[in-house]
């Protein structure tokens, strides 16, 4: 950045991930919906103690566990070439 310009796409995530997601308000723009849900979650999970923090962790494991039936998206495995 040289001041003449601002980022975008791509560019606004690499800096958010080194600066933070405070990088969307100092640009003044939006903060994807994803991204800051995210950050809701980082603001809660700081607040939680250990015990708090491995139930989420569970709860999180077992919604992966039960896949697409809350949207989750698994990931194929390749087939692989028998030759």
Same mark, same amino acid.
Not at 24 to 33: C, N, R, S, V
Not at 41 to 48: E, Q, R, S, T
Not at 73 to 82: G, I, T, W
């Given at each position: 950045?040289?001041?003449?310009?601002?980022? &975008?796409? %791509?560019?606004?995530?690499? /800096?958010?991930?080194? /600066? =933070?997601?405070?990088?969307? !308000?100092?640009? =003044?723009? #939006?903060?994807?919906?994803?991204?800051? $849900?995210?950050? @809701? +979650?980082? %603001?809660?999970?700081?607040? +939680?103690?250990?015990?708090? @923090? !491995? #139930? +989420?962790?569970? %709860?999180?494991? $077992?919604?992966? #566990? &039960? =896949? #697409?039936?809350? =949207?989750?998206?698994?990931? $194929?495995?390749?087939? $692989?070439?028998?030759?």
């Amino acid at each position: 950045m040289n001041g003449k310009s601002k980022p &975008k796409g %791509d560019n606004i995530t690499r /800096l958010a991930a080194k /600066l =933070g997601a405070g990088i969307y !308000e100092a640009l =003044g723009i #939006e903060m994807p919906k994803k991204i800051d $849900r995210f950050v @809701q +979650l980082a %603001d809660v999970w700081k607040a +939680l103690n250990d015990a708090a @923090q !491995e #139930e +989420l962790i569970s %709860d999180a494991v $077992r919604l992966k #566990e &039960k =896949g #697409e039936m809350y =949207g989750i998206k698994r990931k $194929r495995k390749k087939a $692989r070439n028998s030759s």
